[in-house]
């Protein structure tokens, strides 16, 4: 009798550790009842997460840039406005409030900053460690630009859009009411998907999705499930290779140039002394014009004196 009891007990703590783990993030460690589970995102600094939700990208950053730093696996259409922008600068160690939300200005653990979106996106210039970020303006609108494996048949753009919105409820438990619009280029294979909140909605925070979907499709996803990001249409399931995310800030963001590259610098440099040796040229051609003038104005009034005296 008592070593069935025993039994029952070692099973039972089986199951119920078996139960201890964090879904939404593969490299959590859970302990402990009631389950707690956290990620490591510094030396000696372990972040207690709420494995119920997705995880705040701030936190995703820098466990990310941890497991980089200790050589862990980490592996795991066009512009909807004019102010929209994509993240050119990748991963950085972000400084996130206690909630997980990003701090408006980030360093990098360096002299350099910039002020970031509620993504955390840089939308200003960088400069040094005295610039100010008045406020973390809010990413109110994601583009997701999608390009998907080729298909058998056509698929039907309205059916496409319930099938983005399923999945997307299922897998990120994104409210369908988000997903503002789905446009389809059947020759590109892309599809694009708006998601939008109220401007001043702080209750959602799009950047966690757009995140996650971001890792599903061009490394491995986040979850400890390892399936893939895959929406059904009529049974047709869409395989994704390739994802290009923008954002759109509730105010335009700050940058001047953004990103001058060698080559565009090198036309800015031959065309600026193309327009030096025009005005040079200008320039000598009207001296001689001058010059001329002034001659036959000489000689004119020579002829004037001539025929008066
Ligand atoms: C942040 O710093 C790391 C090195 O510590 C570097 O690899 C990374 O590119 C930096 N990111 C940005 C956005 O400056």
Redesign the pocket.
């Known amino acids: 009798m008592k070593s069935v009891v025993l039994l029952l007990v070692v099973a039972f703590a089986a199951a119920a550790s078996a139960q201890c783990t964090c879904k939404n993030m593969k490299w959590a460690t859970c302990d402990g009842t009631p389950c707690q589970c956290s990620v490591m995102v510094g030396d000696g600094q372990s972040q207690v997460l709420d494995c119920e939700k997705l995880v705040p990208k701030c936190f995703l950053m820098k466990a990310e840039m941890y497991r980089a730093k200790k050589g862990l696996s980490t592996r795991t259409g066009g512009k909807p406005t004019e102010h929209a922008f994509v993240d050119n ?5 972000p400084d996130c409030e206690t909630t997980g939300v990003f701090k408006a200005k980030q360093c ?2 360096t002299e350099e900053c910039w002020c970031v979106n509620s993504a955390g996106v840089r939308r200003t210039d960088k400069g040094d460690k005295n610039l100010k970020c008045e406020k973390l303006v809010e990413t109110y609108w994601v583009r997701l630009e999608l390009k998907h494996k080729p298909v058998t048949g056509q698929l039907d753009k309205t059916k496409l859009k319930t099938a983005m919105e399923n999945a997307m409820l299922e897998r990120y438990s994104l409210p369908k009411n988000l997903v503002a619009d789905v446009d389809y280029d059947k020759d590109a294979r892309l599809i694009v998907v708006d998601v939008k909140k109220d401007k001043n909605d702080k209750t959602q925070d799009l950047s966690r999705m757009a995140y996650y979907m971001e890792k599903d499709v061009k490394v491995l996803p986040l979850f400890q499930n390892p399936a893939k990001f895959e929406p059904s249409v009529e049974g047709q399931k869409l395989e994704m290779e390739n994802i290009l995310v923008y954002y759109v800030d509730a105010e335009p963001p700050t940058f001047t140039m953004k990103r001058l590259t060698g080559g565009v610098i090198a036309v800015i440099v031959v065309v600026s002394l193309a327009v030096i040796a025009g005005l040079l040229v200008l320039f000598f051609a009207r001296r001689r014009e001058q010059a001329k003038y002034q001659k036959t104005q000489v000689r004119e009034l020579d002829e004037m004196q001539k025929s008066l005296s």
């Open positions: 600068d990748g991963i950085y160690d990098n653990n």
